[in-house]
C-alpha cells in the first residue's frame, strides 16, 4: 500500500497554519480569536497524537512488559501495572516504578503539551522519551 498525499498530518499543519496566521490576526473579537487559538492548539494535539502515538505506545507496551515480567496488551499491561501497585507488588522496587511511570508521562507529555517548561528542562539534556 501506498502512503496516500497529502497526510492527514499535513493536513492538520495545513489548515492549523492557516487558521494560526490568517484568520486568528484578522478576527476583532477576542473571545472568538481566543476560542480559535484554542482550535488551533486542538489541531496541534491532534497532529502529534497521530504521528507520535504508536511508538508511545510501543514504548510504553515494552516498558510494561520488561516491569511486569510479561506480555501481553497494552490496555491489560496498564490494568495489570495498576492491580499490582494496589497489592503493594512494588514495594521495594520504587525506583524502578518510578522511572517507568516518569518515562511513559514524559512520552505522553511530548504529544500533549511539548512546549510545557517542566516537560522542555527533563528533556533538555538527556533523551528519556
Known amino acids: 500500500m501506498t502512503d496516500s498525499y497529502p497526510r492527514a498530518t499535513d ?5 492549523s497554519e492557516c487558521l494560526q496566521s490568517e484568520i486568528v490576526p484578522a478576527l476583532d473579537d477576542r473571545a472568538l480569536q481566543f476560542k480559535m ?15 507520535r502515538k504508536p511508538e508511545s505506545n510501543d514504548r510504553d ?13 497494552l490496555s491489560q499491561l496498564r490494568e495489570k501495572l495498576n492491580d499490582k501497585i494496589a497489592e ?5 522496587r520504587d525506583e524502578e516504578l518510578l522511572a517507568s511511570l516518569q518515562a ?3 512520552r505522553q507529555l ?6 510545557y517548561s517542566t ?11
Open 11 to 15: 493536513l492538520l499543519k495545513a489548515v
Open 37 to 51: 487559538k484554542i482550535a488551533v492548539n486542538v489541531l496541534a494535539i491532534v497532529e502529534r497524537e497521530i504521528s
Open 61 to 73: 507496551k515494552e516498558q510494561l512488559e520488561t516491569l511486569l515480567g510479561e506480555a501481553g496488551e
Open 88 to 92: 503493594g507488588a512494588f514495594d521495594g
Open 104 to 106: 511513559a508521562s514524559l
Open 110 to 115: 511530548a504529544i500533549d503539551n511539548p512546549n
Open 119 to 129: 516537560y522542555q528542562s527533563l528533556t533538555k539534556d538527556t533523551r528519556v522519551l
